[in-house]
């Protein structure tokens, strides 16, 4: 191996353990992993540090459509026929998860990047009762709804059956048909990695 082969291996090594510590202590502001900078720049899809990060899905590879539903900390009823012909952000998280608060403010960016764009947001708490899920709503600026999934499971349950659903927080987006077109594990870190999955799968035909 050349002796650039061996400090290019060497710097991916440096800079995926750099990730992977991040993410242990719970930092949001660090630099982007060369991975990260990968998929920013068109250069990839789908990659890998030492651990799974995020995966764009082509469309004949996308399982079947995901029905899913229960009620929102709110008290509604929700159930995803209500959000048809949507692209779609499905969110799992709980209160106590340090890296669902980190990644809060830049989902609800994202989300009112999109909301007009006929794009919908979900969370599902997998953890927590209702009041502990407002209040988190409330401090973190929250205002797209969240299932209370702690006790019944079923919409995590509806999404294992097609994808891995990881430690939290994981970010799925849907396509029109419900579809998982893609999926992130761990913290968004900043709007750009999940604001161009959404506007990939916006660009697809229904």
């Known amino acids: 191996m050349s002796t650039s082969a061996r400090s290019l291996r060497g710097a991916w090594r440096i800079a995926a353990a750099a990730f992977a510590a991040t993410l242990a202590i719970g930092?949001?502001?660090c630099a982007p992993d060369p991975a990260t900078e990968a998929f920013l720049n068109g250069d990839q899809k789908a990659y890998t540090t030492k651990d799974f990060r995020v995966q764009e899905i082509p469309a004949d590879q996308r399982g079947e459509p995901v029905e899913f539903g229960g009620v929102t900390e709110g008290g509604k009823t929700f159930s995803s026929t209500d959000i048809s012909g949507d692209v779609a952000v499905v969110n799992f998280w709980y209160a106590g998860c340090g890296p669902c608060r980190i990644e809060a403010k830049d989902l609800e960016a994202?989300?009112?990047k999109h909301e007009d764009d006929g794009v919908?947001?979900?969370?599902v708490n997998i953890y927590d009762q209702a009041d502990t899920a407002k209040a988190f709503?409330?401090?973190?600026?929250?205002?797209?709804?969240s299932l209370m999934d702690a006790d019944t499971g079923?919409?995590?349950?509806?999404?294992a059956k097609v994808t891995p659903i990881q430690a939290p927080p994981t970010t799925l987006v849907l396509d029109k048909q419900g579809r998982v077109a893609a999926r992130?594990?761990?913290p968004i870190d900043g709007t750009s990695i999940l604001s161009t999955?959404?506007?990939?799968?916006?660009?697809e035909k229904a």
Not at 120 to 123: D, L, M, N, R, S
């Open 154 to 159: 079923q919409a995590k349950l509806a999404f």
């Open 197 to 203: 999955l959404i506007q990939d799968v916006l660009k």
């Open 27 to 29: 930092l949001s502001a």
């Open 184 to 186: 992130i594990i761990g």
């Open 137 to 145: 709503a409330e401090k973190y600026g929250i205002t797209y709804p």
């Open 110 to 112: 994202t989300w009112q």
């Open 120 to 123: 919908a947001f979900i969370g």
